[in-house]
Structures are given as structure tokens and as C-alpha cells.
């Protein structure tokens, strides 16, 4: 994960090679949801929805990168939210904590 360097080896910046690579990741996830009729692996959630949500949640809780420029990944999260039981407490309490966390580590 590109953020590990700063959340764990005490880096002050991203890397900008690793942030390319995930610009490039998430417009391939981006047509891919597309391409599968809205969600990850289908027309409605599945546990690749479930897998991959986390992560995508992360990246933009730590402002990583931009997700909503990835319009099928912003309608996506969005239907994640709606959809996912437990979302709430997870935006409330969990995400703030690993924002703050890793803005802490960038200084």
C-alpha cells in the first residue's frame, strides 16, 4: 500500500511513482465497474465489493487521491454506503482516527 512508507517507516511524503500507479489502478477500477454493470464483480454487491470498499474508503479518508474524479468509483462508494450495514459507525468513529493518523505522520 503506498501510504505504508508514512504510516510505518516514518516517510514525510508520497511517493510520486506509487501515486501514478494508483491514478492508473483506480481508472482501471473505474471501467471495470463499468463494464460489470455498477459494483465490482456484478450488478449489486458481492464480497469483492466488500473487500475492496475498505480500501478505497481509506485512500480517500487520508485524501490520497481524489476519488470522486473517477465518476463509476464515486456512484460505486456511494451505493457501498447506502447498501453496507455498519457504514456509519465505521465513517464516525474508525476513518476520522486513520485520517488523523496519517496526517500526524506526514507532519
Request: glycine share 8%; charged share 25%.
Amino acid at each position: 500500500m503506498m501510504q505504508g512508507p508514512v504510516m510505518y517507516k516514518g516517510a514525510k511524503s508520497l511517493d510520486p511513482d506509487r501515486k501514478k500507479s494508483l491514478e492508473e489502478a483506480l481508472q482501471w477500477l473505474d471501467s471495470f465497474i463499468q463494464s460489470s454493470g455498477g459494483c465490482c464483480a456484478a450488478d449489486h454487491l458481492t464480497i469483492a465489493d466488500y473487500a475492496i470498499f475498505p480500501v478505497l474508503n481509506c485512500i480517500q479518508a487520508m485524501e490520497v487521491a481524489d476519488l470522486s474524479a473517477f465518476g463509476n468509483i464515486a456512484d460505486w462508494m456511494e451505493k457501498c454506503k447506502a447498501e453496507m450495514k455498519g457504514y456509519e459507525e465505521i465513517e464516525e468513529k474508525v476513518l476520522p482516527a486513520i485520517k488523523q493518523g496519517f496526517l500526524f505522520q506526514l507532519g
